[in-house]
T-cell receptor, first 110, second 113 residues
Framework: RKEVEQDPGPFNVPEGATVAFNCTYSNSASQSFFWYRQDCRKEPKLLMSVYSSGNEDGRFTAQLNRASQYISLLIRDSKLSDSATYLCAVNRGSARQLTFGSGTQLTVLP | SQTIHQWPATLVQPVGSPLSLECTVEGTSNPNLYWYRQAAGRGLQLLFYSVGIGQISSEVPQNLSASRPQDRQFILSSKKLLLSDSGFYLC????????????FGDGTRLSIL
């Protein structure tokens, strides 16, 4: 089993739709969880951290389910500009190493 | 605020040539530093990380090496490049305490001919 797994997609959704991504992780000792956004041929950029209590930033909501070992990202009212690859990242080790999922590709259609 | 600089942005090198990619961070002290490679259409592979000057940990055996000669400088090198070294190389930094995220440089797109 991979340390971090994501559905690669692609997810093709119309503007205004709500879309959700899940990311499962295998290390039950993981403490830090993040979602990154990566545009084509660009570097990943931090979208949001994922806290135990869940957190929301505008149209984006991230949640953590420790019992089932997954994190989720919900995007409401999708915009064309949301089209990108979304990477989840989970920490491991004492040097803050992160293991990244392979990413989920989202395309928002007009 | 903290910034990370990585150069060059693109590089085309012949097989067997040496490589040196440089990354510097500003606005923070004693950061953790990381080198990743991302092959086309693939995920991020951690190559090296460093928790301090001169301290390098390698994640995978390979044709590359890393060095950290100064607190905020991280260098990725190779003596002889292979075709399989092609890819998108990303430097990242994080704070060295707490559950902090990593922040990436703009990346170097390396093509080996």
């Amino acid at each position: 089993r991979k340390e971090v797994e994501q559905d690669p997609g692609p997810f093709n959704v119309p503007e205004g739709a709500t879309v959700a991504f899940n990311c499962t992780y295998s290390n039950s000792a993981s403490q830090s969880f993040f979602w990154y956004r990566q545009d084509c041929r660009k570097e990943p950029k931090l979208l949001m951290s994922v806290y135990s209590s869940g957190n929301e930033d505008g149209r984006f909501t991230a949640q953590l389910n420790r019992a089932s070992q997954y994190i989720s990202l919900l995007i409401r009212d999708s915009k064309l500009s949301d089209s990108a690859t979304y990477l989840c990242a989970v920490n491991r080790g004492s040097a803050r190493q992160l293991t990244f999922g392979s990413g989920t590709q989202l395309t928002v259609l007009p | 605020s903290q910034t990370i600089h990585q150069w060059p942005a693109t590089l085309v090198q012949p097989v067997g040539s040496p490589l040196s990619l440089e990354c510097t961070v500003e606005g923070t002290s004693n950061p953790n530093l990381y080198w990743y490679r991302q092959a086309a259409g693939r995920g991020l592979q951690l190559l090296f990380y460093s928790v301090g000057i001169g301290q390098i940990s390698s994640e995978v055996p390979q044709n590359l090496s890393a060095s950290r000669p100064q607190d905020r400088q991280f260098i990725l090198s190779s003596k002889k490049l292979l075709l399989s070294d092609s890819g998108f190389y990303l430097c990242a930094w994080s704070e060295n305490s707490g559950n902090q995220p990593q922040h990436f440089g703009d990346g170097t797109r390396l093509s080996i001919l």
